[in-house]
Structure formats: C-alpha cells, structure tokens
C-alpha cells in the first residue's frame, strides 16, 4: 500500500492558498538567480512567513539548468517538497519538462519573449515580457543578462501579494545596505511589478499573507553557522583546500574572524591558510595541534579520501583537530552539488588499522554553531582528530533558525599540563608518561612544546611505543596502547551530544525511527501528517558517533525500529548492527541516497509499505 501525498483538495479548484505552497524557479546556473531568489526568501522571511529554499544546481561554473524552490509553510515544515505548485520557467531548455511537473491548479510564469502559447489548459499561465522590461528600466548593457531574473520577482511580487517596500528592503538586506546595486535591481523589480499589475488580471488561488512566525529568527547557512560556531570555539589555525560544497565554512571563517580581533593590538587571532592540497591541509591542522593551536578545516568526500593516511597519525599520535566534511555524493567525482550522506562509515573508521573516530552530526544550523566549538572541546578533551559531517543540503541552504546562543562553558582544554601543573603532577604521581592511563579513561596527560620544564618533552610517535613514549615494536606494547586508544571512545560515548528523543505518548509506538542529520525536517513533518492518519512514531535522532547507550535502549523498547538514512547502503543501520551482540531482526534499513534533500512524502510512502 502507498498512500500517495497528492497536491491538497483546494490545489485544484480553490478560492484561496495561503502561505502553504512552494515557488520553484527555473533558469541557467550563472546568470544572477540566486541574488533574485535571495530577495524572494529574504522577502518572506520579512513578512514573517516561515520559509525555507533548496538550491539545486549543475557542477560547472556557468550555462547549464538550476532550479531553486521557495517553500512557504503556515505551519512552519522546511522539508523539501516533491512538487511545486508554481513554476518561473525561466530556462527554455527544460521548460518543456518543468511545466509537465506543475500540479493540476498550479501556476507557470514563462517569458512572453519566447512564444510558446500554453501547452496545457489545467493550470494558469502568466507571460512576462522580460527583454522590454530590462531595457525599459535602462540597465546598463553589461548587467542586463543577470539582472533580468528581477522581472520574475517584480511579477511574483504583485501576483502573490509582496508589497514593493518589503521587496526593497530585501534587496538591501542582499546587498549588505549597498544602495547603488540595490537599487539598480529594484528599478526592474518595480517597472516589472507596475506591468504585472496592469496587464495580468490575478487568475490562481496563491496569495502570500503577512504573518508574525519569524520575529526574533535569523536567516542563515549552514556553513556559516559552522564558521561562526568555530570561531567562538577558539579556533586559531584553519587550513584547507576548496572543494564543494565545502568552501562557503571557511569563507564564512574569513568574513567573521574580526569578531576574535585581540581587543588589545587589534590583530587577527586566526590565522586561515589556503594549502596545495587536502593532504596538506590537514597536516597543517596535526602540526598545529600538536603545538597547541585550536585547528580545523573543511572539505568534502575526495578531500576525505585524501586525508586517510594522516588521520591515522594523529589518531595514534593522539593529536587533536577537527575536520568537517560536508557531504556530497560519490564515489569518485560522482554529483558534486548534490547531497547526500553516503561518507557516514567512511568517517567512522577512517585510515587504515584499528581506528574508530568521533563523528558529531548536526541536524540544523543551529546545531553547525554549536558542534563548530563543541568539536574543538571534544577535540582536545579526547586528544584525537573529531569529525563533524553535515552535508549540501544542510551546508549551503539557507535556513530560518533562532539566534545562536553563546556557548554555556569556558573553553575546554582537556588534560593539558603547564609548568606548574606538571611539577604538581609528578609530585603526586612520581612520574608523567605521556601515553599512560592515569584516570582509566584511556586519555593521557600531554604537555604543548615549549613549556619550560626538563620533563615536559616527549617524543610524538606514529609508530609503535609504550606509555613512556618510547619506540617499541613488541606485542604486548601495541595491543596495551591500542586497548587504551580504544577506551577513549568508551568515554567519548558519554560527553559527545546525546540523542535527541521524541516519543508520541506515554508509551512506546509501534514503531520507531531513528535517523540524523539533515533528514530532521522531513521526518518532523512526515510523523505529523502520520500521526493525523492514526501511525504513531517515536523518533530517536542521532547526534554523534560512538552511540549513546540510549540509542540500544530505544531499539531494545519497539516493535519496529526503522533507520531512515540518505545514502545508498543504509550505513547507519550497519554501525548498529557492528556495534551490538543483540537480536536486531526488527531493525530495518529505509535508505534513499538518491541525490536530493529527503521528503516527507518519501518517507510517509515506506512507512504506510511496512504497516500495509
């Protein structure tokens, strides 16, 4: 049984769709969309509609299709849709296929320019003239291709109830308060808007009404929450290589880090290096580690890839760094601007040999802010490399979140000796080895080069020693070191972020669902529209590697416990099943990987499949 999500009774023949549809524009990739469909999201956001936009675009720089989809939701879902209740068909080279995708009742906005007619007789069709439109406003020649997706927000503008005063000031909200540039665009926004006005008599049931749902909320990435997160942590060492969709984080690190400017000197604290390679980049981050720097970088699977092999060192050197992956599909190349979270093993037992990393896994910019210190915390807390995966989706969206909250503690350290508290240590202890388990923790005690004591020196190995740091190729040295190493992520099971739980009732569903990441959204939504049709659900979300405790527990209290996933082969759902001696016969993998952000429709559709 599939219980299909079609487009709501009133889509078709009503009189009045409030707030409650989604804008999908369709133009080439470099030709100045994403300012117009900035100022379209910026726009609601202002009138206080929850909105939310999924970028989809091709991995070259200029010509090919993108599309962008605009979801204003009443009830606040930021989901991905899989329909689009009106189209700006602006690419004449999938306009054909975008239109066949409209809803019966939906809307197309088309360039008159191109006389096409109107193909289909069940939805509404409104034709702009884009070329007279742009010349009439007098643009300068050399702004005229980018600047003539501004007609489509002028018409939508007037179509669907934007007044031209929250529209200017969203374009100044785009361009940081540049008036010259705002208001360039904002001349073809309101020429177009006062033509749409005389010529297009309103015949469809969309309408954008003032609400009150973003007051106090902010517009943001993930990647720039990542930044900000980061640079609250302390971060003083960013080293990296561009990739997508990974090079917006420390883009994001260069355009804030004058919030750590030294209030003394006025010098930048955060020193940001653009190395040859991911190779490079992350052995940039051990050195800096290992001195005593707050390092990270960014990158995307192929740089994982690369960073395989120096992982493994400063996992066994225990060295502490942070590197945050955000996710594209793979293997190989695969679809750079895509999303998904197919690197979710990779990352967990990364290098070659014995190793299981910390890997945090946030849900929601707010969480990219958070996880962006906590990782440097956990990093040097741990004294080993801790990866953060966000992805695409999650990293180069924007989103409507709450205003970040400052972080709740001091700076985390760990176990780090200075002068003083060696001499303390080694008068209580007799001694300080670097590699030895003091507190059975299976974490060490280090010190940072420099510091002025003839015992603080150790030597930093990535070959086989013992606990005094000493070279050693011996059996009993290695499986010691190895069994302590692994201690550590007995403790890290119990200080990374804890699962998020939302239970249905009292007592446990039927079924649970356990998931993470950027699936958060749909799968809110999905367990809404599922709980109005009589399926309850609890939701576990995970929020780090290793498990929690209570991740066994929740599989452990339901009948069916369901692993929702975006990547191919379930990877989540194997870490469980590695991770546990128990019966786990109820526990099915529900894995898409099929490129895109989740829905909610996707994921209502197999559960109706396992309850039919």
């Known amino acids: 049984m599939v219980l299909e999500m079609q487009p709501r009774s009133e889509t078709a023949n009503p009189s009045h769709v409030v707030n409650d549809f989604t804008l999908m524009v369709a133009t080439k990739n470099g030709s100045g969309s994403q300012t117009s469909n900035e100022v379209l999201i910026r726009s609601l956001f202002r009138m206080g509609i929850p909105v939310s936009g999924k970028n989809l675009f091709p991995s070259n720089i200029k010509g090919l299709p993108t599309w962008y989809s605009i979801r204003a939701s009443k009830d606040g879902y930021i989901g991905r849709k899989e329909y689009n209740e009106i189209a700006v068909t602006f690419n004449e080279l999938t306009a054909a296929e975008d239109i066949s995708k409209i809803p019966a009742g939906g809307v197309c906005i088309i360039p008159a320019d191109w006389k096409w007619g109107q193909s289909r007789h069940d939805i509404t069709y ?181 960073m395989a092999e120096f992982t493994g060192l400063a996992y066994f050197a225990e060295i502490p760094c942070v590197v945050w992956d955000v996710t594209r599909v793979g293997p190989s190349t695969g679809l750079p601007t895509r999303t998904g979270q197919g690197d979710l093993l990779f990352l967990y037992v990364l290098s070659h040999g014995d190793t299981r990393h910390v890997v945090l896994l946030p849900g929601s910019v707010g969480e990219c802010f958070d996880m962006g210190w906590q990782s440097l915390d956990l990093a040097e807390q741990l004294q080993t490399p801790v990866f953060v995966m966000s992805d695409l989706d999650l990293g180069m969206n924007i989103w409507m979140s709450d205003p970040f909250a400052y972080p709740d503690k001091p700076i985390q350290r760990g176990k780090t000796l200075s002068k003083e508290t060696l001499e303390g240590f080694i008068e209580q202890y007799g001694e300080w080895y670097r590699y030895k388990d003091y507190d059975q923790d299976g974490v060490g005690y280090r010190t940072i080069p420099g510091i002025d004591h003839p015992k603080a020196a150790y030597f930093t190995r990535g070959t086989g020693h013992n606990e005094k740091a000493i070279y050693s190729e011996r059996s009993e040295d290695w499986v010691a070191n190895l069994k302590r190493i692994h201690h550590k992520f007995e403790t890290a099971r119990a200080i990374v972020p804890q699962p998020v739980i939302s239970n249905a009732g009292d007592q446990p569903a039927r079924i649970g669902i356990i998931s993470y990441g950027s699936n958060d959204p749909a799968i809110v939504e999905a367990r809404e529209l599922l709980a109005a049709r009589g399926i309850q659900t609890d939701y576990l979300r995970v929020r780090a590697l290793p498990l929690a405790a209570s991740v066994y527990e929740f599989i452990r209290t339901h009948e069916q416990v369901l692993v929702i996933e975006n990547n191919f082969d379930g990877q989540m759902a194997q870490i469980i099943r590695m991770e546990s001696s128990e019966n786990l016969s109820h526990l099915k993998s529900l894995s898409l990987g099929d490129s895109l952000p989740m829905t909610a429709q996707w994921i209502i559709d197999r559960i109706v499949q396992t309850e039919g």
């Not at 004058?258 to 940001?272: L, N, Q, W």
């Open 126 to 306: 409104y034709e702009l003239p884009v070329k007279e439109t742009v010349t009439a406003a007098a643009v300068p020649q050399e702004f005229r291709d980018r600047i003539a997706n501004m007609v489509y927000v002028g018409a939508c503008a007037y179509l669907f109830g934007i007044s031209m005063d929250v529209v200017r000031q969203a374009l100044l909200d785009t361009f940081n308060q540049k008036e010259k540039p705002a208001m360039m665009n904002f001349g073809v926004v309101e020429r177009a808007f006062n033509w749409a006005q005389a010529n297009l008599p309103k015949r469809d049931p969309y309408v954008f009404e003032p609400m009150n749902e973003t007051a106090g909320k902010i517009l943001i990435t993930g990647n720039e929450a990542a930044a900000l997160g980061s640079l609250f942590g302390g971060v003083s060492v960013v080293a990296w290589y561009p990739i997508t969709p990974s090079t917006s984080l420390v883009d994001g690190v260069l355009d804030y880090r004058h919030i750590r400017r030294d209030p003394d000197t006025g010098k930048e604290t955060v020193a940001v290096v653009q190395a040859e390679d991911e190779l490079a980049a992350i052995g940039m981050l051990i050195g800096a580690g290992w001195a005593g720097a707050r390092a990270m970088t960014s990158t995307s699977g192929p740089g994982i890839s690369l």
